[in-house]
Nanobody
Framework: QVQLVESGGGLVQAGGSLRLSCAASGRAFSNYAMGWFRQAPGKEREFVASINRGGGNTGYADSVKGRFTISRDNAKNTVYLQMSSLKPEDTAVYYC????????????????????WGQGTQVTVSS
């Protein structure tokens, strides 16, 4: 079992930055690929970014590529999402997720593949 707790959300003006954190507890964090997803009101949950177990491989949705950076610190059991040049359309509840995998280089875009989810943190970008 893995427990995930997101933090760092809030209200920011367009063009601003935020850093989200997701702290994991439970089983060995380094055995999990991690992902960030978001869900805006009335919309489905969508992929934002993913990272493999060691942190060397990452993937991004086209809508955030070049603006967001995912990273992880396995010593701190934490994954981060650095968000810059924020836009009003980035407004959503952001969730982190964990997927146990033996594949060291793999990371995943499909929310259905993830085993554990956090409770989410609200990000609101004002225009």
């Amino acid at each position: 079992q893995v427990q995930l707790v997101e933090s760092g959300g809030g209200l920011v003006q367009a063009g601003g930055s935020l850093r989200l954190s997701c702290a994991a507890s439970g089983r060995a964090f380094s055995n999990y690929a991690m992902g960030w997803f978001r869900q805006a009101p009335g919309k489905e949950r969508e992929f934002v970014a993913s990272i493999n177990r060691g942190g060397g491989n990452t993937g991004y949705a086209d809508s955030v590529k070049g603006r967001f950076t995912i990273s992880r610190d396995n010593a701190k059991n934490t994954v981060y999402l650095q968000m810059s040049s924020l836009k009003p359309e980035d407004t959503a509840v952001y969730y982190c997720a964990a997927k146990g995998t033996i594949l060291s280089n793999a990371h995943y875009r499909s929310p259905g593949l993830y085993d554990y989810w956090g409770q989410g943190t609200q990000v609101t970008v004002s225009s």
